[in-house]
């Protein structure tokens, strides 16, 4: 896998997961927590920076979480919705380095996101700096989308419980697409952990 250089990451894992009952980052799948799938499929990838934003059941998360490699960030506001995690993520992440040429959010729910999809974005995005590149799956495009630094002003104006996608739709000619044929399943409910558990090789 290729150095990122020039890109950081950000995970989007501050939801109270209401619909579920219980943290959906700590759901387990491949012999891990999702949210710890995701931070380890990003390991060699050596973004910088790595920002994991928290929110909800944030102690319980940490508890759970080998958090070594990334940088933790507590969203107090959390229950905004994911726009101020998306916010404070930009916000951390041109902290930590400040010269960033894009950044890719990732959620932890969905199970299916792989390194070999990542690296995809990640060379797409690089004949493209200063674009959008998301992946599609069936009518949509959206996350995990790498977002070029002309956009981060953008993310950094979303309010309320509208994500990244938003952005997307207002650039479309700006926007480069890598299909993600299982990125429209995400896990919102028991039924949806059952199906994924019933599919789990």
Excluded at 70 to 79: G, I, K, L, Q
Excluded at 161 to 182: M, N, S, T, W
Aim: proline residues 3%; aromatic residues 8%.
């Amino acid at each position: 896998m290729s150095k990122s250089s020039g890109i950081g990451v950000v995970i989007l894992a501050a939801g109270s997961s209401s619909r579920l009952g219980r943290p959906k980052q700590l759901l387990g799948y491949e012999n891990k927590t999702l949210l710890q799938r995701v931070i380890d499929i990003i390991g060699p990838f050596e973004f910088n920076p790595s920002v994991v934003v928290l929110g909800a059941n944030a102690d319980q998360i940490r508890e759970a979480t080998d958090l070594a490699q990334v940088t933790a960030v507590y969203n107090e506001h959390w229950s905004e919705g994911i726009a101020s995690s998306i916010r404070l993520g930009v916000t951390e992440s041109l902290k930590l380095n400040s010269s960033l040429q894009g950044i890719l959010f990732l959620l932890s729910d969905q199970p299916y996101v792989s390194g070999e999809l990542i690296q995809e974005l990640v060379n797409t995005h690089k004949s493209g700096e200063q674009r959008i590149t998301a992946c599609r799956y069936k009518q949509n495009v959206g996350v995990p989308a790498i977002f070029g630094k002309r956009f981060f002003p953008g993310l950094q104006k979303l309010t309320g419980d509208v994500g990244a996608k938003k952005i997307i739709l207002q650039h479309r000619q700006k926007v480069e697409e890598v299909p993600f044929k299982k990125g429209f399943f995400d896990i919102d409910t028991e039924e949806d952990y059952e199906h994924l558990k019933d599919n789990e090789i």
